[in-house]
T-cell receptor, first 114, second 113 residues
Framework: GENVEQHPSTLSVQEGDSAVIKCTYS??????FPWYKQELGKGPQLIID?????GEKKDQRIAVTLNKTAKHFSLHITETQPEDSAVYFC?????????????FGQGTILTVHP | DAGITQSPRHKVTETGTPVTLRCHQT?????MYWYRQDPGHGLRLIHY???????DKGEVSDGYSVSRSKTEDFLLTLESATSSQTSVYFC????????????FGPGTRLLVL
């Protein structure tokens, strides 16, 4: 089955700096890669996603890049703010007729210091 | 939260006791999923449903069963709870499955003593 590795497990930055979280996946059939943000005591919330026919996608301060050849994708947050502090998860779908089954990375705890 | 509720939100139970968690949605989405979240493991898929009475196993299905008799409800049952099933359980829904956004509920925190 699919295996998703996420790094780093913790990331500490100063307000205004950029933050980068990286994920690798194993199943070449995967074609959907969402990123979720989880605040304390809440369920994960989608912040951005990318599909295999696109190499990069941007939404304001957040961007995601995908390299299908190398099987890795990354989340980039620019001009970080204290409210960006949360746990971030990457995920990859099973590809094909997968019924939307997602495999998640282990998560990254992002702390933005004012 | 996209019209998803989970009940109970917190539960403490004893080893060997059956436990049922409920996920209820008001979005009329076809797909529903149960995940568990444990430190160091991210979220892992337990079971999923692709329609009423249509369910299948996920990555960590041992010790769990599910049922979906109505579009809006997806039940997760621990037939005989064990301490290894202490976790936070999340339900998610998706309109059309593959390649579509999954919306998560608020979670149920379960402690098995």
């Amino acid at each position: 089955g699919e295996n998703v590795e996420q790094h780093p497990s913790t990331l500490s930055v100063q307000e205004g700096d950029s933050a980068v979280i990286k994920c690798t996946y194993s199943d070449s059939a995967s074609n959907y890669f969402p990123w979720y943000k989880q605040e304390l005591g809440k369920g994960p919330q989608l912040i951005i996603d990318i599909r295999s026919n696109v190499g990069e996608k941007k939404d304001q301060r957040i961007a995601v890049t995908l390299n299908k050849t190398a099987k890795h994708f990354s989340l980039h947050i620019t001009e970080t703010q204290p409210e960006d502090s949360a746990v971030y998860f990457c995920a990859a779908d099973a590809g094909g007729t997968s019924y939307g089954k997602l495999t998640f990375g282990q998560g990254t705890i992002l702390t933005v210091h004012p | 939260d996209a019209g998803i509720t989970q009940s109970p939100r917190h539960k403490v139970t004893e080893t060997g006791t059956p436990v049922t968690l409920r996920c209820h949605q008001t979005e009329n989405h076809r797909y529903m999923y149960w995940y568990r979240q444990d430190p160091g493991h991210g979220l892992r898929l337990i079971h999923y449903s692709y329609g009423v009475k249509d369910t299948d196993k996920g990555e960590v299905s041992d010790g769990y069963s599910v049922s979906r008799s109505k579009t809006e409800d997806f039940l997760l049952t621990l037939e005989s709870a064990t301490s290894s099933q202490t976790s936070v359980y999340f339900c998610a829904i998706s309109e059309s499955g593959g390649g579509e956004t999954q919306y998560f509920g608020p979670g149920t925190r379960l402690l098995v003593l």
